[in-house]
């Protein structure tokens, strides 16, 4: 027993060794790819709640995504409020949002709500591009200003990189908490049996509702530092595809399964930048990918050992993902 | 109020072209449950291939059709062999993604030989009869006339012949459909064909007027499901029914409510009909 | 114990010989480049591509630059502002580039300058013509060598009034390209003749179908379209315009100055006036160089098309190598020292080209119009 804690709490020490040198090891190009892989990361696991838990397949993530960013860059362009006060309001402004898209997917059958999803978000998308009074519209939002501490701005890759891990791990520990938590157990009960769950008292609609709110707040979160680190934001950055790749990865990652959306999510990043060399013949390589994982691993990476990784997040005998 | 004619023409007959592409999606739907999202860029396939022949000559358009529809039809076939028909039991999602792969597939491969948009010649005829200040083309007349035979011969398919029978058993219970003979792997195929071959005439349909590109799938086939569910997606006449509406109402929505959301008019309609009545304005209940 | 530290220092003497003799031997200059390779774009930016694919080969086979070759490092965008940021993230400080000549797309472009701004990097953008990437941002390293919608605008809106018409209709795309020119015509409407347009409508690209916006226009009856988008979507105008009995002069800018546009508008388009970069009929040498591409690049699956090329060839042929020569060497700052002050004259051009304080291109406008089927010259406007 003391063995097996002392080699956790080594495992622990060198991971966040490793993490926190990151910076200085690597190129300024892979830092730039791994905080997109913290916000992705984000992003999903809030989908991962909404898909693996509550069973409500969404392909409209990239507008709560985006209601964040934007969210986020007015605030503090617009109202002059610091990143510290505007990252929360964005969450909860994409939050209300979620809110709003739970109320038609409660009267809308499980397969009919990705259409609903999708139209959702077009609506979404189609105000960012038109009220150009609020977004200003097809020009997008230049020049959001990089989130600061104590007057020290974090406007390199490096020290935007700490920002992100923080927020990540953050976010990591929240939906671990979430998803062990009574209503993490409330959740699979309604996706695997909605009626013997109705029948023991469980207010399914309460649940389902709080799925799409919490999982568009992890989304607006993720938008807000999207907006703070690239600080030029477009309608275009939020369109259907990027909702694609949100759900590419949480399927990826296998719905349910925390560290293989985490996995995932640094692989299909870290992919998508790195196969861009050859051209078109990505988009192929992509689809071809998406079209046989679904045949041969609908469940996705979670079903491969990821040992000792996985351990770290799971107490023995309570781990939901197996 | 010739204004108002013209809006209505130009709303039937693009409407005409999200009907037949709708009805993919129902054809689909109807046999196996499962939402086919390559759809839409099997609609673009087709007006590639048509493009294609059109371009070799302008001189023999009805042998081009046809070919077109039979190319379709085989990689309809191909796509099925491949993919689809080891998935097709699957869970919705996991056929949903598997089709978004497909359709990412077709359109960059299509990308590779044409990244450019590309005009069609002419086939349908450049002639525009005007009725005082009512200017409609003759492109307009082709469509809604091949839309309408579609749908009777669908109609006639599905009811009166032996296979498309088999079809609606299959679709209505598989295993006993099974169990009585009707050999259900032919019918996974032919839904698959026959739902691409409709989403090519579309495509072969739309090129003169609207031009081929790459990219034309995806807005198209969105909108072609929301009239799919408008309609009714259970229904064959329900779902052209539903084009027409959806394309009348943009356009009415563009002209007179405001050009800069007249695409919300679609997907507003979609999620109103999918929480009041997702069986479709002409749908049964299940 | 004495082992190790001797490995050791050999290890460091082997790796800063092997550092010096990267930087001893003549290493090629590398000049990065990023446009849409993909995705609607990809016929404008496999042109610029191309353009400057042809400048930097007539450049090595002159014996290159400082006495070394050039090398092209290009990223497809797709024309994605957020790609085009990884892309020119990647060209700075991966590839380490020397220098960045392109970018298409006026969202991609103001986007991916803020890179080259930060960190230090000569860009040369070829392909974005909204106003915002110079005006008021003080660039220190980002030059415009694409003459801005706003300029273009103005120009095209003066010879409109000039050719006497009086009620416009203005159609555009929603994206920034379509609104600045929206913006843009409408203000050299007032200031040049105190008019305002009949009637504004829009469109969003990907649309195929602008009955509904065509028959609104129709009903203010004007007497000339300024039409702001890209090239699908107005050459579909033109030829829907047609089909509803509008016969309207069409005025629009170089975005469409594309021979994709008369191939797919047909008669549709014919008699269009835009106001250009270039035009191959303007003087014998542009019609050679403008075959000279044609024929170095024919087996391509995308029409060449000069237009569209000759901003990065002529960025990277005449600008380019006289702001090395200028500065001597490739270091960055001289470079851009360089930059501020070079001039070059283009094929056919009565005055020389430079960029003016706010790193904006000063060239003469080239007005074009659509005659039998190819871009016909038809003026040239100095700059007012």
């Known amino acids: 027993m003391k063995e097996g804690r002392f080699q956790r709490t080594a495992v622990i020490l060198i991971t966040a060794a490793l993490l926190l040198s990151l910076p200085a090891l690597c190129g300024y190009y892979v830092v730039h790819n791994l905080i997109f892989a913290g916000i992705n990361l984000i992003a999903v696991l809030g989908l991962g709640l909404l898909i693996g838990f509550s069973g409500q397949v969404s392909l409209g993530h990239a507008a709560f995504y985006g209601i964040g960013a934007y969210a986020s860059a007015l605030l503090t362009l617009r109202l002059g409020l610091s990143f510290w006060a505007a990252w929360p309001l964005a969450g909860i402004i994409a939050g209300i949002a979620g809110f709003l898209l739970a109320i038609p997917s409660l009267k809308v059958a499980a397969l009919y709500l990705v259409m609903t999803t999708i139209g959702f978000s077009m609506i979404v998308w189609l105000i960012m591009l038109q009220w150009s009074g609020l977004t200003n519209g097809p020009n997008g939002i230049i020049g959001i200003p990089s989130p600061t501490i104590a007057g020290f701005a974090l406007d390199s890759p490096a020290k935007y990189y700490y920002l992100v891990l923080v927020f990540s791990l953050a976010a990591l520990w929240l939906m671990n908490r979430i998803v062990k938590s009574s209503i993490g157990l409330r959740l699979m009960a309604i996706f695997d049996q909605e009626e013997a769950a109705k029948s023991v008292g469980v207010n399914t609609i309460y649940f389902r509702v709080l799925a799409f709110v919490v999982s568009s707040i992890f989304a607006g979160v993720a938008g807000s530092l999207y907006a703070h680190y690239v600080t030029f934001i477009h309608p275009e950055n939020f369109d259907i595809w990027i909702s694609v790749i949100f759900l590419v990865t949480a399927v990826f990652g296998g719905q349910r399964s925390i560290p293989g959306i985490t996995a995932s999510s640094i692989i299909l990043t870290f992919a998508t930048e790195y196969f861009r060399v050859f051209g078109q013949y990505r988009m192929i390589g992509y689809g071809i990918f998406l079209a046989v994982c679904m045949i041969y691993f609908p469940e996705g990476i979670s079903k491969l050992k990821l040992g000792p990784i996985s351990r770290i997040f799971s107490k023995p005998g309570n781990n939901p993902s197996q | 109020m010739e204004s108002l004619i013209q809006t209505i023409i130009g709303g039937l007959s693009i409407g005409g072209i999200y009907g037949l592409v709708a009805l993919g999606f129902t054809i689909v739907y109807r046999s196996l449950y499962v939402i086919n999202f390559a759809q839409g860029d099997v609609f673009m396939v087709g007006s590639f291939l048509g493009w294609v022949g059109f371009s070799l000559t302008s001189r023999y358009p009805v042998p081009i059709f046809f070919g077109v529809l039979v190319a379709g039809g085989v990689i309809a076939f191909i796509t099925t062999f491949l993919i689809y028909k080891k998935i097709h039991r699957a869970d919705h999602l996991t056929f949903a993604i598997a089709s978004i792969g497909v359709g990412i597939v077709m359109q960059n491969i299509v990308r590779m030989f044409s990244p450019d948009a590309k005009r069609y010649p002419d086939v349908f005829g450049d002639k525009v009869l005007s009725i005082g200040h009512v200017y409609i083309s003759t492109q307009y007349i082709w469509i809604l006339g091949i839309t309408l035979a579609l749908i009777v011969l669908l109609q006639l398919f599905f009811y009166k012949t032996k296979f498309g029978k088999a079809m609606r058993a299959v679709s209505e219970n598989r295993d006993m459909a099974s169990l009585l003979g009707i050999n259900v792997p032919q019918t996974v195929y032919a839904t698959f064909v026959i739902s691409s071959v409709v989403g090519a005439v579309g495509g072969i349909l739309i090129g003169p007027i609207y031009f081929f590109s790459f990219d034309m799938g995806f807005m198209t086939g969105l909108k072609a499901f929301s009239a799919a569910i408008l309609g009714g997606i259970m229904s064959v006449p329900g779902t052209l029914i539903g084009g027409f509406i959806l394309g009348v109402t943009e356009n009415l929505g563009g002209v007179y409510v405001s050009s800069d959301y007249k695409d919300a008019i679609a997907f507003g309609l979609l999620i109103f009909m999918l929480m009041v009545k997702p069986t479709g304005l002409f749908g049964k209940k299940k | ?384």
């Open chain 3, 1 to 384: 114990m004495i082992r190790k530290k001797g490995l050791l220092i050999a290890l460091v003497v082997i790796l800063s010989l092997g550092m010096a003799g990267v930087t001893i031997a003549a290493d090629p200059i590398k000049v990065g480049t990023l446009m849409a390779l993909t995705g609607p774009g990809a016929a404008f930016g496999t042109n610029m591509l191309f353009g400057l694919q042809m400048a930097i080969d007539d450049i090595n086979a002159g014996g290159g630059l400082l006495g070394r070759k050039i090398e092209i490092i290009s990223i497809d965008d797709a024309a994605q502002p957020a790609q085009s940021v990884s892309a020119i993230t990647r060209l700075i400080h991966q590839d380490k580039v020397d220098i960045i000549i392109g970018g298409w797309g006026s969202a991609t472009v103001l986007a991916n300058f803020k890179g080259a701004e930060k960190a230090g990097m000569p860009y040369i953008e070829c392909g974005g013509s909204n106003p915002r990437v110079t005006r008021g941002n003080n660039n220190q390293w980002t030059f415009a060598a694409l003459q801005n919608d706003e300029k273009q605008s103005k120009v095209i809106s003066k010879l409109a009034l000039e050719m006497g018409y009086k009620r416009f209709a203005i159609l555009h795309d929603r994206n920034d390209f379509g609104v600045g020119g929206r913006d843009e015509f409408s203000k050299g409407l007032d200031e040049y003749g105190k008019l305002k347009p009949v009637v504004i409508e829009s469109y969003q690209m990907g649309d195929k179908d602008f009955n509904a916006q065509l028959i609104k226009i129709r009903d203010a009856k004007p007497d000339a379209l300024g039409l702001f988008g890209t090239l699908v979507e107005a050459s579909a105008i033109a030829i829907q315009m047609k089909k509803l009995g509008m016969n309207l002069p069409i005025f629009s800018m170089a975005g469409i100055a594309n021979v994709n546009y008369i191939r797919l508008g047909g008669e549709a388009v014919e008699g269009t006036i835009l106001a250009s970069h270039f035009n191959r009929h303007l003087s014998p040498e542009t019609e050679a160089w403008a075959k000279r591409y044609e024929e170095k690049f024919k087996q391509s699956s995308v029409i060449a098309d000069p237009t569209s090329a000759w901003m990065s060839y002529s960025a990277a042929a005449n600008c380019f190598p006289r702001a090395v020569k200028m500065a001597g060497s490739m270091d960055k700052t001289k470079i851009r020292d360089a930059l501020r002050q070079v001039k070059w004259r283009e094929y056919g051009q009565d005055i020389d080209n430079y960029f003016d304080k706010e790193h904006a291109i000063v060239k003469e406008t080239i007005i074009v119009q659509v005659k039998n089927g190819d871009f016909a010259f038809l003026k040239k406007m100095k700059p007012f």
